[in-house]
């Protein structure tokens, strides 16, 4: 059972537009996330947190938003480069569980067009 | 120094061969995590050791073996790998095991033969 969702695998984006990057999860438990970026040959990188408690978290051109209702996260990017060519992970965790071993998404592949 | 090192890169081993997968980090981290990626599939957690105790292991098989020397390093002992372990063993550090980011190393390429 997959409690983490990347439902779309690849994305193409023109570069200076809006990267939006979608993640779904199903246990209402989950209350911290994270997304981050992998480049092959690379381990990932960690790109941005944010916790149940908020609904946005900014950091530069990189901006999560958490619909705990929906139970969905999204990485906003703006605006795109080439750079940003690259594999993405969100990932999940229930500190209620008394651990913190996050759940990742199968990611998605992020290609930004010159 | 704001990065996890893991050597070698690259593995190339037998079903009876014994090895050891190395990680290192020097941010002070004291949380440091054993993943396992196989391609076009998340990492799965392994193993995570905080302030250099074994907190949690995911059922893994006995063959592979974790070690935690000090709070910098982490080892991978490997012994009689089956070919379906062969993946990129990603190792991670945290400030701390909570919520907080963490930092990947590069990951070694296993290929079990």
């Known amino acids: 059972d997959q409690q983490v969702k990347q439902n779309s695998p690849s994305l193409s984006v023109q570069e200076g537009r809006i990267s939006i990057l979608n993640c779904d999860y199903t246990?209402?438990?989950?209350?911290?996330f994270l997304w981050y970026k992998k480049y092959p040959a690379e381990g990932p990188t960690f790109l941005i947190s944010i916790s149940s408690i908020k609904d946005k978290n900014e950091d530069g051109r990189f901006t999560v938003f958490l619909n705990k209702s929906a139970k969905h996260l999204s990485l906003h990017i703006v605006p795109s480069q080439p750079g940003d060519s690259a594999v993405y992970f969100c990932?999940?965790?229930?500190?209620?569980?008394?651990?913190?071993?996050?759940?990742f998404g199968t990611g998605t592949r992020l290609k930004v067009l010159a | 120094d704001t990065e996890v090192t893991q050597t070698p890169k690259h593995l190339v081993m037998g079903m009876t061969n014994k090895k050891s997968l190395k990680c290192e980090q020097h941010m002070g981290h004291r949380a440091m995590y054993w993943y396992k990626q196989k391609a076009k599939k998340p990492p799965e957690l392994m193993f995570v050791?905080?302030?250099?105790?074994?907190?949690i292991n995911e059922s893994v098989p006995s063959r592979f073996s974790p070690e935690c020397p000090n709070s910098s390093l982490l080892n991978l002992h490997l012994h009689a790998l089956q070919p379906e372990d062969s993946a990129l063993y990603l190792c991670a550090s945290s400030q701390a095991w909570g919520p907080y980011g963490y930092t990947f190393g590069s990951g070694t390429r296993l290929t079990v033969v």
């Open positions: 990932a999940a965790s229930a500190s209620t569980s008394g651990t913190y071993k996050y759940i």
């Open positions: 246990n209402s438990m989950f209350d911290y």
């Open positions: 050791y905080s302030y250099e105790k074994l907190s």
